[in-house]
Antibody, heavy 122, light 110 residues
Framework: QLQESGPGLVKPSETLSLSCTVS??????????WGWIRQPPGKGLEWIGS???????YYNPSLKSRVTISVDTSKNQFSLKLSSVTAADTAVYYC????????????????WGQGTLVTVSS | QSVLTQPPSVSGAPGQRVTISCTGS?????????VHWYQQLPGTAPKLLIY???NRPSGVPDRFSGSKSGTSASLAITGLQAEDEADYYC??????????FGGGTKLTVL
């Protein structure tokens, strides 16, 4: 199970910070990566970035300059920071687990959190 | 504009068969990466529907099936039911952009 937490309202130009708590499994299992996806109101899904329990990260190139994803294995959590936010960053933010039966052909998101709406407004 | 192209909407009557296409390129689907499908019911998080082109997770009815050929993939739903009304997204890996989603397709059951 995954659960997002964090402020629902962030001011423009500030940093959005969210955490995802994983329960029922260890975030350190080598089989998984962990990721963030967002969905602006009425729009489609956008992958933000992903992390492995070792701390290795990879980001959406369009957001890379503003995104930091980190992991805290002692808390079984991983976190998202998105800096210099604007109204365009208003979205439902989901955390999810990535799994693959063959890493050469890609990963899929097999478990998702319920999502949390973050609104950017002054 | 999404890297993976899906039709914005499809519709069908109860009991009918519908398909949703997902068109990519030589840097994603055509490069041999698997395609995965998600169902998003109104107001809920996406749920994995098909993984690795044509595999169903436990609990997904066999009315749902997937296929992949060349630079495209398809999701087929047979015996359409009212509860299938939802948004559907394809996802794959891209050599430049990493994880990519299609723009989503809204399925309406008439």
């Amino acid at each position: 199970q995954l659960q997002e937490s964090g402020p629902g309202l962030v001011k423009p130009s500030e940093t959005l910070s969210l955490s995802c708590t994983v329960s029922g499994d260890s975030i350190s299992r080598s089989s998984y990566h962990w990721g963030w996806i967002r969905q602006p109101p009425g729009k489609g899904l956008e992958w933000i970035g992903s992390i492995y329990y070792t701390g290795s990260t990879y980001y959406n190139p369009s957001l890379k300059s503003r995104v930091t994803i980190s992991v805290d294995t002692s808390k079984n959590q991983f976190s998202l920071k998105l800096s210099s936010v604007t109204a365009a960053d208003t979205a439902v933010y989901y955390c999810a687990r990535l799994f693959s039966y063959n890493i050469l052909t890609g990963y899929f998101f097999d478990y998702w959190g319920q999502g949390t709406l973050v609104t950017v407004s002054s | 504009q999404s890297v993976l192209t899906q039709p914005p909407s499809v519709s069908g009557a109860p009991g009918q068969r519908v398909t949703i296409s997902c068109t990519g390129s030589s840097s994603n689907i055509g490069a041999g990466y698997d395609v995965h499908w998600y169902q998003q019911l109104p107001g809920t998080a996406p749920k994995l529907l098909i993984y690795d082109n044509n595999n169903r997770p436990s609990g997904v009815p066999d009315r749902f099936s997937g296929s992949k050929s060349g630079t495209s993939a398809s999701l087929a739903i047979t015996g359409l039911q009212a509860e299938d009304e939802a948004d559907y997204y394809c996802q794959s890996y891209d050599n430049s952009l990493r994880e990519v989603f299609g723009g989503g397709t809204k399925l309406t059951v008439l």
